[in-house]
């Protein structure tokens, strides 16, 4: 009986010692994701270049592209880029198919109610374009002086209400074109006495006409530079700060001047006043 009951305690003391030796196992918790990116959806001009259009292969670019994205790149904002025709970015805005719009915006007072508005990332000036085949004539300097020519402009842009604001709601004299090839080529051709565009678009588009020499002109508070920015949603005040900030350090760095001496073949007269 001596002998059971020591055979059972030994066995016991065995089983409790192999249960004190076996290893402790531990529960693994797995590392937390890190949380995805907001993919921001920015709608830019298809051609409009060379401030932003779509190349060969679908992919957005020109200088205001590039500013955006270096601005991402600094802030770590992912952005995607949409081809949207001028006159639909505020619909699309409003509507939220988009949160940021991207082409030539001038700021104003008015703007800035409606949408949030970055600081000043450029500066864009409006001119007149004349053939200096034409030099003989009187060629105008001021937007008055455009009442009687035959205008050519861009259709379905700012331009063509601001020309109907001076010659008058539905002149005949007020053409409008799909894009800046177009324009050019009309005054070429003589479909028109003057273009009224941007300067560093006309300067763009006459590297496509090299046998033709024009006259870029304009005096008057119109034909002065004027501040352009980034505009989105109302809601969006966050990203805001952030593009602000990014435009910041791009400025600073140098990054800012690199990709404007690359679209536009020279130095910035003028850089974003940063802080």
């Known amino acids: 009986m001596n002998l059971i009951k020591k055979s059972v305690l030994m ?3 065995a089983f409790l010692v192999a249960c004190n030796t076996m290893p402790t196992t531990y529960k693994i918790q797995a590392p937390t994701p890190e949380p995805t990116l907001q993919t921001f959806v920015v709608a830019v001009d298809d051609d409009y270049p060379p401030y932003d259009f779509f190349d060969d292969k679908g992919q957005a670019t020109g200088f205001d ?32 198919k988009f949160q940021v719009a991207l082409s030539g915006f001038a700021y104003s007072d008015e703007r800035a109610k409606q949408y949030q508005v970055s600081n000043t990332y450029a500066y864009g000036q409006d001119i007149i374009v004349t053939l200096k085949a034409n030099e003989q004539t009187n060629i105008p300097q001021t937007r008055e002086e455009l009442k009687g020519k035959k205008v050519i402009t861009l259709g379905n842009s700012p331009y063509i209400e601001e020309l109907e604001s001076v010659l008058g709601k539905g002149n005949p004299n007020i053409i409008g074109v799909p894009n800046s090839l177009l324009m050019l080529q ?20 006459a590297q496509s006409f090299p046998n033709a ?14 501040p352009l920015v980034i505009v989105a949603n109302k809601d969006e005040a966050e990203l805001m700060k952030k593009i602000n900030a990014g435009l910041v350090e791009i400025v600073k760095d140098g990054t800012y001047s690199k990709i404007y001496q ?13 802080k």
Do not use: H
Not at 186 to 205: C, F, P, R, S, W
């Open 11 to 13: 066995s016991v003391c």
């Open 262 to 274: 690359n679209w536009f073949g020279e130095t910035p007269k003028q850089l974003p006043e940063v």
């Open 186 to 205: 009309g005054l070429v051709d003589g479909t028109a006495d003057v273009a009224l565009t941007d300067k560093i678009v006309a300067q763009y588009y």
């Open 65 to 96: 592209v590039d500013i955006l994205r270096a601005i991402g790149a600094k802030q770590n904002i992912p952005f995607t880029f949409k081809p949207v025709k001028w006159d639909n970015m505020v619909e699309g805005l409003e509507n939220k």
């Open 213 to 226: 020499k024009f006259n870029l002109t304009g005096t008057g508070d119109y034909f002065e530079p004027y």
